[in-house]
């Protein structure tokens, strides 16, 4: 069965830095997609960001990118020049051949100004 | 475009009481659509999808039942609330057959259950 973890519950970043949020997932279908989703305090999910196992070129949009390592079965979102905006529970997700979503337990950030 | 009506956006309701919440989705023909339910502060609750009209998956066996009547109608309902079916609940779609693209999220409804 397919698995993500997310082993931040929660994470801070001072205003205009970096921050790295961890994913990590367990499959053995060969063919899937992951994708970040932001759920800001009004509880509307966001996509963010998304990524196909096959493409070995991380993903990026804008600000956001993720480091994806297939053989460790990591996924990261890396958030540059953080804004007050992006302070919001941030969920990972993956789907392989079918049409279920399987999503991590979320990290909480915490933008300080 | 596509989009995806969800309502009410709040609603409080007492134990024992029934329930309906409906999700509409527009620009787009067999969808797959989704239940999930989010308790405060937790992960998110797959409770039931669909891949066509009258087909519905249950997730988690409860109280809880859905119902597709139309391609683009999605309807969660209940006979009895109970105490501990308050939470926010979310409908999505994605396009029928994978969900490769992602989900669309509605905007939520927030049930209190008093």
């Known amino acids: 069965a397919q698995t993500v973890t997310q082993s931040q519950p929660e994470m801070s970043v001072q205003e205009a830095e970096t921050v790295t949020l961890s994913c990590t997932y367990d499959?053995?279908?060969?063919?899937?997609?992951l994708f970040w989703y932001k759920q800001p305090p009004s509880r509307q999910m966001i996509l963010v960001i998304r990524?196909?196992?096959?493409?070995?070129q991380n993903a990026t949009e804008n600000r956001f990118s993720v480091n994806f390592q297939k053989a460790a079965k990591s996924f990261s979102l890396k958030i540059s020049d953080s804004q007050l905006g992006d302070a919001a529970m941030y969920f990972c997700a993956y789907t392989g051949t079918g049409n279920q979503f399987y999503f991590g337990t979320g990290t909480s950030l915490t933008v300080i100004p | 475009s596509q989009t995806i009506h969800q309502w009410p956006a709040t609603l409080v309701q007492p134990v024992g009481s029934p329930l309906s919440l409906e999700c509409t989705v527009e620009?787009?023909?067999?969808?797959?659509l989704y239940w999930y339910r989010q308790a405060a502060g937790r992960g998110l609750q797959l409770l039931f999808y669909s891949v066509g009209i009258g087909q519905i998956s249950s997730e988690v066996p409860q109280n809880l039942s859905a119902s597709r009547p139309q391609d683009r109608q999605f309807i969660l309902s209940s006979k009895k609330l109970l105490l501990s079916d308050s939470g926010f609940y979310l409908c999505a779609w994605s396009p029928g057959g994978a969900a490769n693209y992602g989900y669309t999220f509605g905007s939520g409804t927030r049930l209190t259950v008093v």
């Open positions: 990524q196909e196992a096959y493409k070995q």
């Open positions: 620009g787009t023909s067999n969808p797959n």
């Open positions: 499959t053995s279908e060969s063919d899937y997609y």
